[in-house]
Structures are given as C-alpha cells and as structure tokens.
C-alpha cells in the first residue's frame, strides 16, 4: 500500500526552522516562525496563564473527557470576547461554539462542516474564496476536506497596500452557495487589513451577494486592540443571516502548544442554528470525538476573574506595543543604512507579519550570506527583530538590495 504513495514537500517554514536550528553564526536572525519572541528571542509563558495554571492543577479533580463541544464556560467567554457582550446575534441566541484543537482545528472543523452543508446546495460541490495570498496551510485544510479553493485579489506586491477595488469586484461574482474566508485583523502573511470603512463595504457586498462568510481570527489584540480587532467579526455578525468563525488562543494567551481554539457558527434563529449545530458537533465526533481541556481551562479562568483578564490585557498591550515598536524601528534603521526606497508600509500594517518586498534570489543571499531567515515570498516575522539584531538587519536588506 505505501508503495503507491508520492513524497510530498516539506512545510517551507517548518524546513527554515532546521535551517536556521543547525546555522552556527551567532549573528543569525530567524524570521520565519510566526511566534511572539521579547527582545533576547525568548517565547514567555504570561504571567497571568502562569497563575491560571496553578489554579488548575490546585483545583483539577478528574482527567475524564469533557464532552465534544468541550467547556461550557471557555465556549461562552471566548465567544463573548470575540462577538462581544451585546452583539445582537448572541443576545439573540444565534450563536453556538465548539472547543477545538488550535485555530487548526477550528477551520478543519468550519472545512468539514461546510463540505456537509454543501451536499444540500443546488450544485452539490462545495467552494471556498480566500485572498491572494492567504496563510499557507488554509487551501491544504479545505481541500483535505473535499473543498474546491478559489482565490479573489488582495494584496499588491509592487505598490504594498490592499487591492480592495479588484478585492470587491472578484466578490461581487461569489455565489450565495460559496463560502468566503477573510481574516479579521492581523493579516497573514502581509500584514494589511482592512479598514473600518472598507469592513463595512465588505459586509453590505456580503448581504447582498448571501454567500456566507468564514472569518478566521488568530490575532485578536495582535493588531490595534481587542474590541478594534473584533470589528469586522461584531459588523458582520451583526448584518448577515449566517457566518462561521474560527479562533485560536496561541497567539494572545501564548498557548501555542497547548492547542486550544473554538468554531462559532451563527444562524438566522436559535432553531436553525441547532440543527446546524447538530451536524458540527457529529463533525466533531468523527475528527477528533473530545477537544483537550487543559488550554480552555486556563483562557476561561483568566476571562472568568476581573484581575487576571486585566493582567492579561496588560500582557498583551506589551506583546502588541513591542511588535508595533520593531515595526518603526525597522523603518527607521532601513533610512539610516541608506536602503533604497520607502518602507512606510510597514509601519501601516498589523499584526505579526510584513512581505519585506525583496526577491527569492536576495532572501537567498540574506540567508546565505548574512543568516538572516525568512521564507521565499519575503514573509518576516516582525518579533524576530530586537535592538541586538536590527542593525544587522537593516544593513543586510541595504546591502542586497
């Protein structure tokens, strides 16, 4: 049976990893992981999940399964964190969560719950919009489950900013049977989010078109704050009829390994949306049957008690003001070194990542000879940079380009 089977390729970024990993120039700078770093390039456990964590261990009695839709208090507060407390759809009970395995999770679970769906639309097959580019592994995770990947422009290489014009025009063709994927702050991998102006545009092109819309969530707090980076999700949720929502806890509670995250799905009325909420749950089941606690159990209690949620928010304002401050600091360090052209994009996007806009040969050349690393579309994580590195940094990117 395995002889049949073709090698597939090595995920890019995990590939830089062991690169950079076996590189012994103390000089190297790895930019590739999408994960929060402080500035000697060390990920901190918060200090408020530190002390969630020993109330869990103090206070856990069992290790029994907690069910498929997982804790019923994380379920609530994080869905509340995201629609927020007085949205018109949760006040109306049209909304129902489900614990899951990581951000992963959550869309593989959104994939396979819309490949279900589909079986009932008129054509029968199953498709899903995302923007070009989108983060690597979403086309992997809908076709996996069935799902035809399309694409609608998004980001301008050449000018660095949005192509929100060609963006609404390729929208304005979706079918009200398609699903269309947008990112709600923090866009990955370039960085550019939408405006308010321009989410509200979004959301009127929704309404009238019907598709339902998918937005994915990964970064709340990354980009400008927690309710400013909720804004699309709020707007939206509180126009359209229906629309799912993937979120994660890796990055905003620094829970990456501990895997937890929640799939939102909200109905046009509290009897739709149980049945649909049927078919999530039987999704569950045969994915993964029970979600892990221990990560839901550390998010609820911090959301659930007034002192830890503000030593979170404090938390997270550090994490967000330093990614904000390496952005400027880039900039400023690139005009110092006398590189060529205007970098003020950079300075205008949100969120973990920047394309740098150099080509594949000069992130061959930095990695080569400078061991700076970052993936081939010149994707940069903005926290691998710190006041030790960015002088280096800056005068590589001068130099090559």
Known sequence: MFDTLTAMPADPILGLMTKYRDDPRAYKIDLGVGVYKDEIGHTPILTCVKKAEQHRIDTETTKVYIGPTGSADFNLLLTQLAFGHDNPALLANRIRTVSTPG???????AADFIQRASTRTSSGQAVIWVSDPTWANHTGLFEAAGIIVKTYPYYDYDSKSLKFDEMKAALTKVGPDDVVLLHACCHNPSGMDLSTDQWDQIVELTKDQGFTPLIDMAYQGFGDGINE???????????????????????????????????????KDSASVNVAFSVLLYVVRCLYSMPPAHGAAIVETILGSPELKQEWLDELKVMRDRINGNRIMLVNKLTEKGAPGNFDFIVQQKGMFSFLGVNQEQVALLQQNNGIYMVDSSRISIAGIGLTNVDHLAESIANVL
Request: one cysteine or more.
């Open 103 to 109: 951000g992963t999770g959550a869309l593989r679970v």
């Open 229 to 267: 980076d909720a804004y699309g999700v709020r707007k939206m949720a509180a126009a359209v009829d229906t629309m799912i929502l993937c979120s994660s806890c890796s990055k905003n509670f620094g829970l990456y390994r501990e895997r937890i995250g929640a799939c939102s799905i909200m109905g």
